[in-house]
């Protein structure tokens, strides 16, 4: 199938997804067998085209749902400062399954974001994945969008256009209480993505990523900004 989707397709695939929101099943779908789907590639030249888009200003990412493959989708295009979208819509079908432990190397540039990374393998691999995970205290997420010029800042330590790695993670916080004294507040966790910026050339699984390579970003959730 083509990179590029319709948008018919993406209604289609989008609407799936957003079915599962009251789902009490396992997203079976993030595994197989004793491994964990950890992330995507997104390769230099889709990155070129996309970022290079004349009048785009954020890079939205919306997760989708194939029913009859179970498979779970990445979908990524731009819009401008309208929110007017103006690129095609990059689809993508996450199969980087790796066994615990075994995620790329790289920089990460807070330590936070190392944590993040940790509580999806380690609650990825011994519990089940399921809706719980992808909400927030807006409701079932459909993605996240990112400005562009972040992502681009990213470009910077390279001298040859490099790929991204949206590494899949975990955030645990606790959720807003009007009386947290009386209330057993329990942490929530909820789905999130990292952007890396990695070198094109290098082989996944063997990254061999210098110190100053890695960059990561958290932005927006859709909803509440869809």
Same mark, same amino acid.
């Given at each position: 199938?083509?990179?590029?989707?319709?948008?018919?397709?993406?209604?289609?695939?989008?609407?799936?997804?957003?079915?599962?929101?009251?789902?009490?099943?396992?997203?079976?779908?993030?595994? /197989?067998?004793?491994?964990?789907?950890?992330? &995507?590639?997104? &390769?230099?030249?889709?990155?070129?085209?996309?970022?290079? /888009?004349?009048?785009?200003?954020?890079?939205?990412?919306?997760?989708?749902?194939?029913?009859?493959?179970? @498979? %779970?989708?990445?979908?990524?295009?731009?819009?401008?400062?309208?929110?007017?979208?103006?690129?095609?819509?990059?689809?993508?079908?996450?199969?980087?399954?790796?066994?615990?432990? &075994?995620?790329?190397?790289?920089?990460?540039? &807070?330590?936070?974001?190392?944590?993040?990374?940790?509580?999806?393998?380690?609650?990825?691999?011994?519990?089940?994945?399921?809706? /719980?995970?992808?909400?927030?205290?807006?409701?079932?997420?459909?993605?996240?969008?990112?400005?562009?010029? @972040?992502?681009?800042?990213?470009?910077?330590?390279?001298?040859?256009?490099?790929?991204?790695?949206?590494?899949?993670?975990?955030?645990?916080? %606790?959720? %807003?209480?009007?009386?947290?004294?009386? +209330?057993?507040?329990?942490?929530?966790?909820?789905?999130?993505?990292?952007?890396?910026?990695?070198?094109?050339?290098?082989?996944?699984?063997?990254?061999?990523?210098?110190?100053?390579?890695?960059?990561?970003?958290?932005? +927006?959730?859709?909803?509440? /900004?869809?």
């Amino acid at each position: 199938m083509s990179k590029f989707i319709s948008d018919e397709l993406f209604a289609k695939w989008t609407a799936q997804w957003q079915a599962l929101e009251h789902s009490r099943e396992p997203f079976g779908f993030f595994k /197989t067998g004793e491994k964990l789907l950890l992330g &995507d590639y997104f &390769d230099s030249g889709d990155l070129e085209t996309l970022v290079s /888009t004349p009048g785009i200003a954020v890079v939205k990412v919306r997760f989708g749902f194939e029913t009859d493959k179970r @498979e %779970f989708k990445l979908v990524l295009f731009g819009v401008d400062s309208a929110g007017q979208i103006i690129t095609p819509y990059y689809a993508h079908t996450p199969g980087d399954f790796r066994p615990s432990g &075994d995620g790329p190397g790289g920089n990460v540039p &807070d330590v936070l974001a190392k944590r993040w990374i940790r509580y999806w393998e380690q609650k990825g691999y011994a519990d089940d994945v399921t809706s /719980t995970f992808f909400r927030s205290q807006y409701g079932f997420l459909n993605g996240y969008n990112y400005p562009v010029k @972040e992502l681009i800042a990213a470009l910077f330590k390279f001298t040859e256009m490099p790929r991204f790695y949206i590494r899949f993670v975990l955030h645990k916080y %606790f959720p %807003f209480a009007e009386d947290p004294a009386i +209330a057993d507040l329990e942490a929530s966790y909820t789905f999130g993505l990292l952007f890396q910026a990695i070198p094109d050339k290098a082989e996944t699984g063997a990254l061999g990523i210098d110190a100053d390579s890695g960059y990561y970003d958290l932005s +927006a959730p859709c909803p509440r /900004t869809c």
